[in-house]
Nanobody, 125 residues
Framework: QVQLVESGGGLVQAGGSLRLSCTTS????????MGWFRQAPGKEREFAAA????????NYADSVKGRFTISRDNAKKTVYLQMNSLKPEDTAVYYC??????????????????WGQGTQVTVSS
């Protein structure tokens, strides 16, 4: 059984920080590229950050670049999203996902096949 479980969301004031974790099971995690996406009410799910199998290559949406950092610990089968300088517009449900293949696009939800249940991040002004 494949499972991805996000944690670490919560309520934070603008300018604050949170670290999200995504623990996985049932995957050959060390060979899988991973991503973080987010979805605000009434909006489409959008790309936030991606990481390759080893952690050597990362990609970020322009909206989070310089503020968010994606990382992974293959021994723990966990991917992280460190979020700093949070803004109210970062408020969303955050999801982690497994990329189907590394040759697929890192920013398109269609190229990810396994998803977690999401964790709510709320940033107050």
């Amino acid at each position: 059984q494949v499972q991805l479980v996000e944690s670490g969301g919560g309520l934070v004031q603008a300018g604050g920080s949170l670290r999200l974790s995504c623990t996985t099971s049932g995957l050959t995690f060390s060979t899988n590229a991973m991503g973080w996406f987010r979805q605000a009410p009434g909006k489409e799910r959008e790309f936030a950050a991606a990481i390759n199998y080893s952690g050597a290559t990362t990609n970020y949406a322009d909206s989070v670049k310089g503020r968010f950092t994606i990382s992974r610990d293959n021994a723990k089968k966990t991917v992280y999203l460190q979020m700093n300088s949070l803004k109210p517009e970062d408020t969303a449900v955050y999801y982690c996902a497994r990329r189907k293949t590394y040759s697929g696009s890192y920013y398109d939800t269609d190229n990810y096949d396994y998803w977690g249940q999401g964790t709510q991040v709320t940033v107050s002004s």
